[in-house]
């Protein structure tokens, strides 16, 4: 058995991995070609995403002594600490030295990276180059280290950890409940879509949650309602109930998050894997919905971001419900940005008479003008393609009304009952 296999998914990673691996088992067949040995591997991400794991696999299949380096002293005991482990790695070479969570060395920001902990770093990685000893780092942020650390000739390989694709967390899905007694009522499709792969380890939480909650209750099996309610809990802050509401504001707000869920489905359908009308966090109302899909285009998301004031103002006289005024700003800041891209919005200079401020208030007159104006016309064009699929709006509405939360295979049913009507955009 291959140690990466204990790797869910990162094949491309792996299979890099795997082949300096390759290199430290049959140097010579590399040497022949002329190649040489990377000086260092750094792998870099966000926490959870399995980097400690990648390179505990690594070690393992490299077959060489590791001596690894984590903060757990004070200052001059952790600076002292780096240089006896290089020195000893290269009295015992061949070996290999692991700095896991380098950016917690020094515990400093991204301003502060000429401390003495990265200096003692690099010192020995100088001091063990060409020594037969391979240095292997794993960071959350790379930002906080300095260039000069992570340079090619100390870390010729940096390798970016990201979250998992779809595909990488189905598996990773199945190996979490291969120990579980799962229902067969569990649509491992709806699973995978309604969940955000931030990192494996908050993957692995929301499961085990689920199976808490499903033995509380003293059921035989995980059942579908035990897994949403952990997704709900753990990664939107919703309470296990709806706060109560009136009929009519509870219809409002399934008509708000229908809005987004109608729009986003039109413009790039299977996008949506969670909608739901419970609030989140502190909110005492509103819901959200979960995109399983990107919508990589800035029009498409400034359409979805409108969706859920349009859909009010088709049905009510009030101009703005809950969750309104968010959605807006993050529509303008868009609209802000593209204009900015695209050389609308721009700058003013100092000239003699010192006339900056006049300049730059007339040229931000003009860009809130432009932006109110591509407001107006992206609201429009939202209520457009709502008026176009309104069989579909209603039916969404109503459910999310009845039911408050509806998976990937809910929404899915809905669409196929109810044609959509594209809409250019």
Not at 326 to 339: H, N
Not at 391 to 405: G, H, M, R, S, Y
Request: contains cysteine; negative net charge; hydrophobic residues 35%.
């Amino acid at each position: 058995m291959n140690a990466f296999d204990k790797v869910i998914g990162y094949e491309t990673i792996k299979s890099e991995l795997s082949q300096i691996c390759d290199m430290l088992h049959n140097r010579k067949v590399y040497e022949d070609l002329g190649a040489k040995l990377p000086q260092g591997v750094l792998l870099y991400g966000d926490p959870g995403l399995g980097k400690t794991l990648m390179a505990k696999c690594f070690i393992e299949e490299s077959g060489l002594e590791a001596y690894t380096v984590r903060r757990n002293k004070g200052n001059d005991d952790f600076i002292g600490a780096i240089t006896d482990t290089f020195a000893k790695a290269k009295e015992n070479a061949p070996a290999i030295v692991f700095l896991d969570d380098m950016d917690k060395f020094a515990n400093e920001d991204d301003s502060h990276r000429d401390a003495e902990e990265y200096v003692a770093v690099q010192s020995g990685i100088d001091e063990v180059k060409n020594c037969d000893v391979f240095v292997l780092a794993t960071a959350n942020d790379i930002d906080k280290l300095p260039d000069s650390l992570i340079r090619t000739g100390r870390f010729d390989r940096r390798m970016m950890v990201q979250r998992p694709t779809e595909k990488d967390a189905g598996q990773i899905i199945k190996y979490y409940l291969s120990d579980k007694k799962v229902s067969d009522n569990v649509n491992m499709e709806d699973l995978a879509k309604m969940i955000s792969y931030s990192s494996c380890a908050e993957l692995e939480t929301i499961l085990n949650e689920a199976a808490i909650n499903a033995a509380f209750q003293r059921k035989e099996k995980i059942e579908i309602e035990d897994l949403v309610k952990a997704v709900l809990r753990m990664q939107y802050n919703t309470p296990d109930d709806m706060n109560k509401t009136s009929v009519e504001e509870k219809r409002k707000t399934a008509l708000h998050e229908a809005g987004h869920l109608v729009v986003s489905e039109v413009l790039m359908p299977g996008s949506v894997g969670l909608a739901s009308i419970r609030p989140t966090g502190r909110n005492p109302v509103g819901g959200f919905i979960h995109c399983c899909k990107e919508l990589s285009r800035r029009p498409y998301q400034i359409l979805v971001s409108l969706a859920g004031k349009a859909a009010v103002e088709l049905y009510y006289s009030e101009t703005c419900a809950s969750g309104c005024h968010s959605d807006i700003s993050k529509a303008v800041r868009m609209i802000r940005d593209g204009l900015s891209e695209n050389g609308t919005h721009g700058f003013g200079m100092i000239d003699a008479s010192g006339r900056f401020n006049e300049i730059s208030e007339c040229q931000n007159s003009r860009t809130e003008a432009v932006t109110q104006a591509e407001l107006e016309r992206y609201m429009l064009k939202t209520k457009d393609i709502l008026l176009r699929n309104r069989a579909f709006l209603e039916a969404v509405t109503e459910a999310l009304a009845d039911k408050e939360t509806l998976l990937y295979s809910d929404i899915r049913e809905l669409r196929n009952k109810n044609e959509t009507t594209e809409v250019a955009v």
